[in-house]
C-alpha cells in the first residue's frame, strides 16, 4: 500500500485546526474527503498499542494542516490522522508487520507533536509513536545510526571521557565560564541599562526550594560544552554534579521506550532537586518520567526567578535583530513558548520568523536518519530568516542548534545561530581595560 488521497485541510466548520476553537462542531463526518486506508478489524489486538490511547482518534482531521511531513507530501498516510490509522491497521492484523508503509511512515514522522496542540481529542500522538518505534524499530530493524548513538549515550564512561575531551561546565567552587564568544560580522556590547524581569508563561508549577542541578546533555557535552558553560554563568547557584548519564530521550524517540524510562529515572536519582536543562526535548521527556516539577527548561527557570539581564546584544552599534526557533518537545510537550521570547526581547529587537514554532528537520536522530527530508522541512525557514535580515537565530535545544547552524552555513546567511544561554550570556558588561572579545571577533561582513 503506497497510493493515498489527498483529504482537506479544514475542519467540518471550515476552521483549520490551528484556528479550530477545540473541536466544537464535531468530528468531521467520514466521506470521500476521508482517509482510505484499511480500517482495524474487530476483535483482539496485536497488544502494540494502548488500546485507549488508539481510540482516543476521532479521525477529524484538524491535525493535517499542522503536519509538516503531511505539508510536504499532501498524502493522507503522511499525516498524523492517516499514521494512526497505520497504527491501527498494525494493532489489528490487517497490515503486516514488515509493510513498507509502515516503515517509511514510522521513519518519516518528524515526532515534532505539532498535532497535539491542535487535536481536539487529546491524542497523545507523541506516546503512540513511541510505541510504534518500539515495536517496528526493534532489534535489527532499528537504523545503524540510532543503534549506534543509542549505545553511545548508554556508557558512562564514553559520557564522561566527552567531558574530557571536551571541558563542560564545572562543579561548585569552579571558576565560572566565561561569555561565549560573538558572531562574526556582529559586535557584541553591554548596556548598563538593565531592563525588566521576564514574565514567566503559562501555568508553571509552584517554584520551589529544592536545589538545582544542572544537567549537561549528551549532545551538548560532546557538541557544545560552551552552552552548558554559559548555562553555569547565568545560574551560578545550580549545581553540576559530575555522575550524570543520558536522560534516555533519544532511546525513547528511537524505538526503545523501557530503556529511556530507565534512564530518565537514574538520571533524576543523579540529579537533586531540580533538574535545569538546556535542551528543550530532554525537559519534556524528564518531565513525563520525573514529574512537571522536578524539571525546569533555561527559559522557564530564569524566567521564574526573575532573572534580569546585564545588558543588550548589539550588532554593529545597534541593538541586534533575533529571532527564536522553538524547541518541538518544549513547546508542544511542556506549552513553554513566552519566556525564551521575552528573555531574548530584554537584550535584543526580537523578529518572529513566521515558522518560529514549526519544526526545524532536527528531530533528533531525523537529520541523521532522513537528510534529504530533513533539509525540506529546514528550507522554508532559512528563506524567512533571509527575508527577516536578523543577526541571530536562537535555539533552545542543541539539536535544533546543530540544524541551525548546518543551515545557515550552507544558504551563506550573515545570520549566526546560538544557543540562548550562549545568547544571554553576551548581553554582559566586557571587563574594564580589557578588549570585548566580541570586537576581536567582528570582521567585515560576509556577501
Ligand atoms: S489526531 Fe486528533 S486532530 Fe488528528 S484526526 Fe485524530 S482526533 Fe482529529
Ligand atoms: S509528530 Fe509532527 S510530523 Fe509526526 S504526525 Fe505529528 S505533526 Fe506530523
New binding site residues.
Partial sequence: MTDHDTVDHTGPCGSSGAECAGGACGPAPAGPTGPVLPGPSAGQGRGIFDKELLDRCISCGF?LP?????ALTGQETS??RG?ITLMRALEAGDLAPDDPTLAEESSF???????ETVCPAGVQ?GRL?EQWRDHQWSGRRRPWIARALMMLVSRPGLLRLQGLVRRHARGPGEKAAPAPSAPSSASATASASASASAPSSGKPPEPSQQPVSLMLGCVERGLYPRVSRAARHLCPEADVPTAQGCCGALHAHNGDSATGEKLARRLGEQLPGTILTTAGGCAAHLAHHLGRDRVRELSEYLAEKGHRPAGRVMVDGRRARAALQDSCHLRNGLGVTRPPRELIAEVADYVELPSAGK?CGAAGTYSLLRPADSKKVLDPKLSEVEAADVDYVVAVNPGCLRQLEQGLRRARSRAKAIHLAEFLALATEPEPGRPDPASRAHGPKEP
Fill in positions: 491535525c499542522a503536519c509538516p511531513t503531511y499525516s498524523p499514521r514522522c518528524l515526532g515534532c507533536r505539532a498535532c500522538y509513536l519544526c
